[in-house]
């Protein structure tokens, strides 16, 4: 069994609940959107990158051996993000299973577009859930579903990480987490950007209303780090 993966690095964390843990990420390609504001758009937009150039498929075997070399004595969390990872959920098992007998604590960063099966469920510890707003520029029936979102809101281990790219997005957020009876203690809000004084600037308005509301107020420490870079 094969991934079709678009890289694979050693870094910290940089965004939700696990920020600054040393991990070992496994970017898939493809995904089911397409964010006017997504900064991995290599992973998906053939329009504009390469697919012969930006994707390779690796053997399952293959993978958790790189993963295991990148992580060396240190790393023991494996993030794997995208792209939409869920679009390979059946490919993902095994690696899964490899990478916990290996001692790795294993999160999934998804857009909750698709539900998880079974198999899959039993070897994540985390979901990095991220529902996009209407200022993703996809439409609504794509982006938000609601039998994926209704699993992830009654999965204790998945956190909702959404982003808001201005204060007007606040109200959509209010609504999904209230539609979805999401607990604030599990919501993460962070606002979209691409550099840090964006991020800062931002954070202005969205601090004040994560206080007023609960939910914890996320940054893109890999962005105030090293802006748009890539394998960060
Ligand atoms: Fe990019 Fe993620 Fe949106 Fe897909 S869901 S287009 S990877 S930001």
């Given at each position: 069994m094969a991934l079709r993966i678009s890289e694979l690095f050693a870094s910290?964390?940089?965004?939700?609940?696990?920020?600054?843990v040393p991990s070992v990420f496994v970017r898939l390609a493809e995904c089911n959107l397409a964010c006017t504001w997504c900064d991995t758009k290599y992973t998906w937009d053939w329009e504009h990158y390469d697919r012969e150039r930006e994707v390779r498929e690796v053997a399952v075997d293959d993978v958790a051996e790189e993963v295991v070399e990148l992580a060396g004595a240190g790393a023991r969390t494996l993030v794997v993000t995208g792209g939409e990872p869920m679009l390979q959920q059946f490919e993902l098992v095994p690696l899964l299973v490899k990478l916990r007998a290996f001692g790795f604590r294993v999160e999934v960063e998804t857009s909750g577009t698709i539900t998880p099966e079974p198999a899959i469920a039993a070897v994540v510890d985390q979901w990095n859930v991220s529902p996009k707003l209407a200022s993703s520029g996809n439409k609504r029936t794509a982006r938000l579903r609601a039998a994926p979102l209704g699993w992830f809101a009654a999965a204790p281990n998945a956190g909702w990480k959404l982003v808001a790219t201005?204060?007007?997005d606040l109200a959509e957020i209010d609504d999904l987490v209230a539609t979805y009876a999401v607990p604030a203690a599990r919501v993460t809000v962070m606002p979209e950007g691409t550099d840090a004084a964006t991020l800062a600037e931002r954070a202005r308005w969205l601090v004040p209303a994560c206080v007023q509301r609960g939910w914890r107020f996320g940054t893109r420490m890999h962005v105030v780090l090293w802006g748009s870079e890539r394998g960060r």
């Open positions: 910290i964390q940089g965004e939700g609940p696990s920020v600054g201005s204060e007007a």
